[in-house]
């Protein structure tokens, strides 16, 4: 996730610099912008995830028997 998130960081600073060399429209800009912005909201949203659960259940501990009363 963690790779994902750079090479998507990676692919908008591209952007930028192509953008600002006149290789984009100012509409294509604005529209790849917003798709990649998305897409790394979401894999932060995935890390997020991943990381909370890890704060919340120490390592090598296992999850508690809901089976008894």
Do not use: C, H
Request: charged share 40%; proline share 4%; net charge negative.
């Amino acid at each position: 996730m963690l790779e994902r998130r750079d090479t998507i960081y990676d692919n908008l600073r591209d952007l930028r610099f192509e953008y600002r060399s006149g290789k984009y429209s100012e509409g294509d800009f604005e529209a790849m912008k917003t798709a990649l912005e998305n897409e790394v909201a979401l894999v932060l949203a995935e890390i997020d995830q991943v990381t909370e659960s890890q704060v919340r259940r120490p390592r090598g501990a296992r999850p508690a028997d809901r089976s008894a009363p």
